[in-house]
């Protein structure tokens, strides 16, 4: 099963966006796991944004902090990135998928599409 990402689209700087990310199926015991949000921008490679635990603490990447809020809705298997004050250097490609410390290549199984953020200035 993979994750299926929502929510991305244009906005100008300073906008936001909330994304959202579910399991294609219900293979996918999702309440067990860590979960975070990756993003691959062109040219670059698919880097961490934000993790949040099975007992929800968050983790953030510098260049996010104080921006974006992770969250996740176990009963629903739904995770969610609220972005803030959105910069032209946040425009990438959004993945969710499990967060540390599962094996690279059991991650690997469960990429999706991603959703396409792009901020305009």
């Known amino acids: 099963a993979q994750f299926v990402e929502s929510g991305g689209g244009l906005v100008q700087v300073g906008g936001s966006l909330r994304l959202s990310c579910a399991p294609s199926s219900t293979g996918i015991i999702f309440n067990i796991y860590n979960m975070a949000w990756y993003r691959q921008a062109p040219g670059q490679a698919r880097e961490l944004v934000a993790e949040?635990?099975?007992?929800?603490?968050?983790n953030y990447a510098d260049s996010v902090k104080g921006r974006f809020t992770i969250s996740r809705d176990n009963k629903k298997k739904t995770l969610y990135l609220q972005m803030n004050s959105l910069r032209t250097e946040d425009t990438a490609v959004y993945f969710c998928?499990?967060?540390?410390?599962?094996?690279?290549?059991?991650?690997?199984?469960?990429w999706g599409p991603g959703t396409l953020v792009t901020v305009s200035s």
């Open positions: 949040i635990s099975t007992g929800e603490a968050p």
């Open positions: 998928n499990f967060g540390a410390p599962v094996l690279d290549s059991f991650r690997d199984e469960h």
